[in-house]
């Protein structure tokens, strides 16, 4: 006779385990992240305390722990508590020099209702904070000495014959100027936006790349030179890498100083700027142009041959 078979049935007490899941895993500077929890219990037990661990690739952390009947109500309101705290302390960290910075792990450990409470293993998710670096902002100085801002930046092609007379359309700095050799001031107001946010200064930019690059026109006026026309003569000059304070100057971004320095023959000359800044983190550079228009300020340049 055979004997029966016997199956052992056992409801053998099993931890929780801990899940959840976020609304996206990158995100922009400020923007809201959104915790979804999917814990839950093998044996059907209620999950009553989530401990949630913050833990940015720098090394700092943070820790907070919501309970039922203790500082929230149900999940729903747990989950609306820890997004907010979780959104919030993240824009509060200075972005860092490099991408791998703005890298946070998500950690959550859960307990459940049983008589004798069990706990769950650690589960965890990471976030990427991109940050977006602005371009940066370029205009005329108004320091009354920059060509930019000059209501009629007109001067004189430099010819021997006539160059100790007087300049009628042009002064610089309240003085008369000879024709020829007029001084010019390539001064530019530079900024960038990314320095007056509240990030820090990982993503400001101390320097910025500047270049100059001027297109000549055979017209007798400004007037005649039509937008997006091109020259006969196209000419870039050298980049240089200057703080904020040395383009307001003009004197350290200048191609020359002078209409003599530059060899400018007649014509009208529009004029590009170039202005890239140069981030402290490793987001892609922006450039901004300033380009001199036929009527209204920044004026294109004027030679009178």
Sequence with gaps: MSLPSVRWITNAAQQPVARFDTNNT???????????????????????????????????????????????????????????????????QPIGSKSADNSYKITLIVTDDKPQPLTSDAYSITVKIVQENHAPTVDPVKNGLSIFNNDNPTVYEYDDYDANQTNPYYKYNGQAQKRGTETL???ITVDDPDNHDKYGTGNDSDSFKVQLATDRFLKPSRNNVADGAT??????YDTKTVTKEQTAQGTAIAPYITVKDGGIAWGVYRITTSV??????DTTPKTTDMVTNANKKPLHLYVIP
């Design 185 to 187: 001031n390539w001064g």
């Design 231 to 236: 020259g006969v003569l196209h000419k870039t």
């Design 26 to 92: 990158v995100f922009g500077l400020g923007e809201n992240i959104t915790v979804t929890d999917r814990s839950y219990s093998p044996n059907g037990d209620n999950i009553v305390k989530w401990e949630w661990t913050i833990e940015r690739s720098t090394g700092t952390k943070t820790s907070v722990t919501y309970q039922i009947g203790s500082n929230v109500s149900d999940v729903t309101k747990m989950e609306t508590a820890f997004s907010n705290y979780l959104t919030q302390w993240i824009d509060s």
């Design 276 to 281: 890239t800044d140069v981030p402290n983190d």
